[in-house]
Antibody, heavy 123, light 110 residues
Framework: EVQLLESGGGLVQPGGSLGLSCAAS????????MSWVRQAPGKGLEWVSR????????YYADSVKGRFTISRDNFKNNLYLQMSSLRPEDTAVYYC????????????????WGRGTLVTVSS | QSVLTQPPSASGTPGQRVTISCSGN????????LHWYQHLPGTAPKLLIY???QRPSGVPDRFSGSKSGTSASLAISGLRSEDEADYYC???????????FGGGTKLTVL
């Protein structure tokens, strides 16, 4: 059974930093691309970042580019999101999601998600 | 403002059939596959439909998806109380080089 468990959320001041982790189990972690998706209070889902199975390629939404860094440890089966220069608009529940990543990007989709961890950016 | 447009709410009575729409444009829905997710607040979102009309194993055939041009639809037949949740459409956007989601539709079973 695929399981994704996020941790590391909390309250941080504007301009501060925070690191999130996602512990993965139940599948060949290193074989799949992974993503972070967030949901601000009362809003819809927003894709944040993705990383290839090897960790060699990373991509970001324009809203977080230059401030967030995605990484992974394929020995520990962990996905990470390091967030810096945080803004109040970064307040959201952050979800870790596994990508079904065979073929062209148009075929890809998020097939498993975690329950999320809440990040609140406020003074 | 979400890139994909969904109605904010939908409702139906048990046993009814309801549809939820999702509209986009030529850089997202037209060129790429559309997927649907079911989300109960506080839980993990669940893949409901992938690649326009495919159901993952375990998803009842009461759920079906379709796509035509710049729009897509999720249909739920034989509505049940446990279907009450938020539903999101999602796809890849060639112009934004990222995944885009609808704003979500809150389904209420009356």
């Amino acid at each position: 059974e695929v399981q994704l468990l996020e941790s590391g959320g909390g309250l941080v001041q504007p301009g501060g930093s925070l690191g999130l982790s996602c512990a993965a189990s139940g599948f060949g972690f290193s074989s799949y691309a992974m993503s972070w998706v967030r949901q601000a209070p009362g809003k819809g889902l927003e894709w944040v970042s993705r990383i290839s199975g090897s960790g060699g390629s990373t991509y970001y939404a324009d809203s977080v580019k230059g401030r967030f860094t995605i990484s992974r440890d394929n020995f520990k089966n962990n996905l990470y999101l390091q967030m810096s220069s945080l803004r109040p608009e970064d307040t959201a529940v952050y979800y870790c999601a596994k990508l079904y990543d065979y073929g062209d990007l148009k075929f890809w989709y998020f097939d498993f998600w975690g329950r999320g961890t809440l990040v609140t950016v406020s003074s | 403002q979400s890139v994909l447009t969904q109605p904010p709410s939908a409702s139906g009575t048990p046993g009814q059939r309801v549809t939820i729409s999702c509209s986009g444009n030529s850089s997202n829905i037209v060129r790429n596959y559309l997927h649907w997710y079911q989300h109960l607040p506080g839980t993990a979102p669940k893949l409901l439909i992938y690649r326009n009309d495919q159901r993952p194993s375990g998803v009842p055939d009461r759920f079906s998806g379709s796509k035509s041009g710049t729009s897509a639809s999720l249909a739920i037949s034989g509505l049940r109380s446990e279907d009450e949740a938020d539903y999101y459409c999602a796809t890849w956007d060639d112009s934004l080089s990222g995944w885009v989601f609808g704003g979500g539709t809150k389904l209420t079973v009356l």
